[in-house]
Nanobody, 117 residues
Framework: QVQLVESGGGLVQPGGSLRLSCAAS????????MSWYRQAPGKQRELVAV????????NAADSVKGRFTISRDNAKNTVYLQMNSLKPEDTAVYYC??????????WGQGTQVTVSS
C-alpha cells in the first residue's frame, strides 16, 4: 500500500521556521522524483520545490527562493522541506508528491502551515 505521510506543519509567526517531512512507503522511494506543492485558500495548487532521484534540488516558485530548501534521505524514505523566514503569504496546505517519469504519481494528504502573528 502506497503511503505519503506529511508532518511538521503548524502555526508559526512571521519570520519563523518550520521543517516539513514526508515519509514514504509502499514503493521504491529512490526511483521517484519528489516534490512539495502548496495550495492556499481560493488558489490553485502551486509547485514549490522538486528534488530529482539523483538529489538535484530546484525551487520552482520564485517566491520561496533563498528561503525554502528541499532535501531527501533515501535511507529513511523521507523528503523534507526546510522553510525559513516564513511570511503570511506562505500560509497554505503543503502536499508531498512522488513522480516516476511522469507516468506514476502519488500524493500525500497534506499538512497545514499557517503563518500569522
Amino acid at each position: 500500500q502506497v503511503q505519503l505521510v506529511e508532518s511538521g506543519g503548524g502555526l508559526v509567526q512571521p519570520g519563523g521556521s518550520l521543517r516539513l517531512s514526508c515519509a514514504a512507503s509502499g514503493f521504491t522511494f529512490s526511483m521517484y522524483a519528489m516534490s512539495w506543492y502548496r495550495q492556499a485558500p481560493g488558489k490553485q495548487r502551486e509547485l514549490v520545490a522538486v528534488i530529482t532521484r539523483a538529489g538535484v534540488s530546484t525551487n520552482a516558485a520564485d517566491s520561496v527562493k533563498g528561503r525554502f530548501t528541499i532535501s531527501r534521505d533515501n535511507a529513511k524514505n523521507t523528503v523534507y522541506l526546510q522553510m525559513n523566514s516564513l511570511k503570511p503569504e506562505d500560509t497554505a496546505v503543503y502536499y508531498c508528491n512522488a513522480d516516476f517519469n511522469k507516468m506514476i504519481s502519488y500524493w500525500g494528504q497534506g499538512t497545514q502551515v499557517t503563518v500569522s502573528s
